[in-house]
């Protein structure tokens, strides 16, 4: 598998404009996007540190994985994402290896990237997500 850098990391919020202002007031960051992933039932914001990202996430839905997350584990960080060449490939190496899918196929996530999640049960407790932005390949 290849993997170049933390692409972002996701933070789960209640109120994506308060946590924008926060990051923006408070940690002097600037927010550079805001898009609706509406099949993840999500909001996102996007903070450019470095090489990595933050990601914030607002559900739109209480019963989307955001939602879900927030009423049984509140607002914190939710993910870490990893940077990958060739996401269909690392998906089947770590398949072989025994690790447990999420997603089998990758599919459309934020910002256009194909993106694939790794069950925490199966990556030391913490939930983890593969992408890939096919306009870099």
Wanted: glycine fraction near 8%; proline fraction near 3%.
């Amino acid at each position: 598998m290849n993997i170049s850098h933390i692409e972002h990391i996701g933070i789960a919020v209640k109120n994506l404009d308060e946590s924008i202002r926060f990051y923006e007031d408070v940690l002097g960051m600037k927010c550079y996007s805001i898009e609706e992933v509406a099949d993840q039932k999500v909001r996102t914001a996007f903070f450019q540190v470095g090489d990595t990202k933050i990601e914030l996430l607002e559900s739109t839905d209480p019963e989307g994985p955001i939602g879900k997350y927030l009423e049984k584990k509140g607002e914190g960080v939710h993910h870490m994402a990893f940077a990958v060449k060739g996401i269909d490939n690392a998906l089947a190496q770590l398949d072989e290896k025994g690790i447990r899918l999420i997603d089998k196929e990758p599919r459309k996530g934020a910002e256009g990237l194909d993106i694939a999640f790794l069950h925490p049960k199966s990556t030391q407790g913490v939930l983890m997500e593969l992408c890939e932005d096919k306009n870099k390949s």
